[in-house]
């Protein structure tokens, strides 16, 4: 089992930045692949950024590449999304997820793993 905790969340205004960081616990986390994906109402959960382990691979939805960056700290059992240039359609829960299998997909089924997520808004 992994458990996975999101936090860094909440308001902040349109062009501003914010962090969040996953802190995972259990099994060991280095061999996972780490996804985020959010959610706002009435929307299906998308996949925003992932990343391999083994590769390094890394994936991001067109609607934020160039302004977000996912990155991890093995060390520190961290996952990492840094958000720039924040804009009010960003506005969603976020959740952290883990991938045992590695796959470093944007599909939610390939994710074992996944924490309770955080609500970021974005004012305009």
């Known amino acids: 089992q992994v458990q996975l905790v999101e936090s860094g969340g909440g308001l902040v205004q349109a062009g501003g930045p914010l962090r969040l960081s996953c802190a995972a616990s259990?099994?060991?986390?280095?061999?996972?692949?780490m996804g985020w994906f959010r959610q706002a109402p009435g929307k299906e959960r998308e996949c925003v950024a992932a990343?391999?382990?083994?590769?390094?691979?890394?994936y991001y939805a067109d609607s934020v590449k160039g302004r977000f960056r996912i990155s991890r700290d093995n060390d520190k059992n961290t996952v990492y999304l840094q958000m720039n240039s924040l804009k009010p359609e960003d506005t969603a829960v976020y959740y952290c997820?883990?991938?045992?299998?590695?796959?470093?997909?944007?599909?939610?089924?390939?994710?074992?793993?996944w924490g309770q997520g955080t609500k970021d808004t974005v004012s305009s």
């Open positions: 259990g099994r060991p986390f280095s061999s996972y692949a």
């Open positions: 997820a883990a991938d045992w299998h590695d796959t470093g997909s944007y599909y939610a089924d390939e994710y074992d793993y």
């Open positions: 990343l391999r382990w083994s590769a390094g691979n890394t």
